[in-house]
């Protein structure tokens, strides 16, 4: 490979990552297991006594 041939291809890699780090996030963020067992739980104590009263 030669000089010109590698410089382009490290450019073109950190223009790429740039622009990947510009672009908007769509995923969501991680919750763990251990969280969304105890948001399931909270969620559920607070459903219980509203249906009940």
Do not use: F
Not at 15 to 25: D, Q
Not at 37 to 52: C, G, V
């Amino acid at each position: 490979m030669n000089r010109r041939k590698k410089i382009s291809q490290l450019l073109k890699a950190h223009a790429k990552k740039a622009s990947a780090k510009l672009a908007p996030k769509n995923k969501p963020k991680y919750i763990s297991k251990a969280d969304r067992l105890k948001m399931a739980e909270e969620a559920s104590q607070n459903d219980t006594p509203s249906a009940q009263s």
